[in-house]
């Protein structure tokens, strides 16, 4: 969805109407969620929990456009991921089995083959690779915006990028997947 079309979105949830919150979780929590996978792995849906806790916790104190919306909900996606990826590296006992919820329309498009997979190729990557990768190329974030969120300069964010989607260009199993 369009930053323009999401502008009245973000300011009616501001205001704390549950039907522009809704709008923007709509719009926005698939490509969250995408990241969290290459980021967190298995706990990308907690880390999205915890990043949509945050948000509306903090949502009226947010000051910005709905480009600064997006970078300032990466941001804070990302400390969430990077804070269930060490909670995972701390835990040494195998977690509980969840029990599935069913899945909603979301998640079943997120969880298609072709995703699932292409993830997977993203996520080998170098972390600074991966993640420039995904906030550029997959969610579509600028340079300046990726650079906030990752704590970079925009150059290292546009070589991180470059180097990870050779290397992607490069990986036999994306090279036999695309007939090549």
Partial sequence: ?????LTPALRAAQQGDAAGFATLWRALHPGVLRYLRVLAGDHAEDAASE???HVIRDLDRFHGDTADFRGWLFRIARHRGIDERRRQSRTRESPAP???AAPDAASQAAE??????ALSMIAALPADQ???VMLRTVIGLDVATTARILGKKPGAVRIATMRGLRRLATNPQIRTRQGV
């Fill in 112 to 117: 298609t083959a072709a995703t699932t997979w």
């Fill in 130 to 132: 991966a993640e420039a």
């Fill in 51 to 53: 990043t949509w806790l």
């Fill in 98 to 100: 969840r029990t599935p």
């Fill in 1 to 5: 969805m369009p930053d323009d079309e």
